[in-house]
């Protein structure tokens, strides 16, 4: 089927919609990147992990990262090599699993480590073992998404890492951006320098995780490469590796949803969507953001009150869901909006994909690949028995 990429007018039920044209641009960004400052730049599934595109992403990149045993499987039956793993959390029964799957493994505390390296050796003599230290530095405003906040149960501090590493240890990996720039970089990378450097002649790698959104419009990027070469002129003997996930499929494409109602109360107009933000955007309601919506013009509101300002054509957007808070606005329109037009929110590939749920027995969007040509290939729809099968 054909579609109109702008307004998506041929579609009449819910769609996540993967652009493909634009997830080539952020690859070739990405791998760009990626050569210039010789590092490796790899996928997060963690924010993105629809295997059905992975032939795509396999012309770019060359490994993944994964936070479980599904994920760790996923890389290594769909995306074909084995995976950077790191979880908060391995357990005696998927623990040697994921090592038999691995070409690197981190351990988020000594514990752990202590607990498993040797068994993880054993089961494969060949993975690479790496401890996540904690720099004590982060520039995430929200507390739910920032992993250096105190009392955070994710990686080791210097004051209490041991002078010599103990046996087995190759690298360090160190998360604490979310969808930042590369300034918050170079501060963070001070920070984590001057704290971790004495243990550097012992590494053979260090990972810099996430967050780095070297995709999105005002991103520095010449000041990431510099960052990073300079960083190998110190010491060229460690290999480096950052595995961002929004950065992959930032602006890569919408949630297509229609209105199914219009409804008012106390002067506010709430048009009623065939998706919601509580199951298929959670992002949404948990960070919070708004996202946005195309045609339409964000208005700023305070405890969600109906704004001062008046527009002629306000709505907020409702979700399907029975739940109370599962609506967003408000939203400033050029029309009034009609039953059984579409809604497009912008930018919903990244982690919603990942997070979706079947409360309420919603149903649930489609997921599609668009290609250049305008032609839209259904990956996946989904009916009663995904949801039935939830229940098993």
Known sequence: MKVNLATFEELHRPAYILEEARLRKNLELITGVAR???VEIILAFKAFALWKTFPIFREYIHSVTASSLSEARLGYEEFGAPVHAYSPSYTDYEIDEIA?????????????MKRYADRVKRENAEVSLGLRVNP?????????????APGTRFGIS????????PKYIDGFHCHCHCENGSDVFERTLSHFE?????WFPQ??????????LMTRKDYDIPLLINMLKGFHQRYPHLRLILEPGSAFLWQTGPLVGQIVDIIEDKGIKTAVLNVSFACHMPDCLEGP???????????????????????????????SSCLSGDFMGYWAFDHELEVGENIILEDMIHYTTVKTNMFNGVSHPAIALAHPDGELEMLREYGYEDYKSRMD
């Open 158 to 165: 210097a004051d209490r890492m041991p002078d010599q590493l």
């Open 100 to 112: 038999r799957i691995s070409s690197h493994l981190t351990f988020n505390s000594l514990s752990q």
């Open 194 to 198: 001057e704290k971790f450097v004495k």
């Open 36 to 38: 210039e400052a010789n």
């Open 136 to 148: 004590e530095y982060s520039e995430i405003h929200n507390i739910l998404y920032d992993p250096c």
């Open 203 to 212: 590494l053979k790698w260090i990972n810099f995780g996430g967050g780095h």
């Open 289 to 319: 953001y708004w996202p946005e919506v195309r045609g339409a013009q964000t208005i700023e509101s305070e405890d969600g009150r109906l704004p001062e300002q008046q527009h002629e054509h306000l709505y907020r957007l409702g979700g």
